[in-house]
């Protein structure tokens, strides 16, 4: 039944959202998420890992349908005990549908790609998850710095209370300066069955200098703020650093 109620609170979050985004003419706010924990074979690095993934985006742009952008995600500060992964790699597309169409086509075209994958890495985690901007964020040079936390909602909490509450975030974001946007995954497929995480909670911004002047800004009296705003919604666990970069090498 809890999974139900989760389903539901999160098609209305989407359509709340899409209706938020179309309202200021804007692209709908959410987009499907192919996520895939990896480890290096050896010998091999992530530079070995990004050329094959620029390689991999100029073929997704000449043999797929649909629009679907890689990025590779390398740990910066973690504790490696809880995450034993060398980078995680997130695919995008539109919508849920296309994504499927991307992996009908790539099951059928890319068998040759593939083994180039297979001599740099070995990811056996894969998970679907959908992404929603909570606060629009863009890098001019396309690389980021993305601090996560997994999030469970507070009993009879739903998606809809995170909606009003990140508008209410993000408008003290705004009014005192912070840098930087958020967004939230939802995990949907693929993860661990004892997984009580509900939506991961991203943080991103374009360089560590500007994630510590956010940090800064939390101390001198944010953290009040955000407690305030979040703790009757839900918890959050210890955040983790890592860096995005596209997997275009653009």
């Known amino acids: 039944m809890k999974n139900v109620i989760k389903a539901v609170s999160l098609l209305a979050a989407l359509f ?6 179309a309202d200021h003419h804007e692209e709908s706010g959410y987009a499907a998420l192919d996520v895939q924990f990896c ?6 690095s992530v530079k070995d890992v990004l050329k094959v993934a620029a390689e991999f ?19 910066v500060i973690l504790n490696s005990q809880d995450f034993g992964y060398d980078y995680i790699w997130f695919g995008a597309s539109d919508t849920h549908e296309s994504l499927g169409i991307v992996f009908d086509e790539y ?11 297979d001599a740099v890495e070995t990811c056996e985690d894969r998970r679907l998850m959908t992404g929603i901007s909570a606060k629009p964020f863009k890098s001019t040079t396309g690389h980021a710095y993305m601090q996560v936390s997994g999030c469970e909602f507070k009993d009879g909490k739903t998606f809809n209370d995170l909606i009003a509450a990140d508008a209410a975030w993000v408008k003290w974001m705004d009014e005192s300066g912070m840098p930087g946007g958020m967004m939230r995954f939802v995990p949907s497929v693929g993860g661990p069955v004892a997984s009580t995480i509900d939506v991961y909670a991203i943080y991103a ?3 560590l200098a500007d994630r510590g002047r956010a940090h800064d800004m939390m101390i001198g009296g944010g953290s009040a703020v955000l407690s305030a705003t979040y703790d009757e919604v839900m918890s959050c666990d210890t955040p983790r650093i890592y860096h995005s970069m596209p997997a275009s090498g653009k």
């Open 16 to 21: 709340a959202m899409s209706t938020a985004q």
């Open 39 to 44: 480890n290096f074979k050896p010998k091999k």
């Open 57 to 75: 985006q100029s073929w997704a742009g000449e043999n797929l349908s649909k629009d679907y952008t890689g990025y590779v995600w390398t740990p």
């Open 107 to 117: 099951a059928e075209k890319g068998d040759a790609m593939s083994k180039k994958w």
């Open 205 to 207: 911004t374009e360089s």
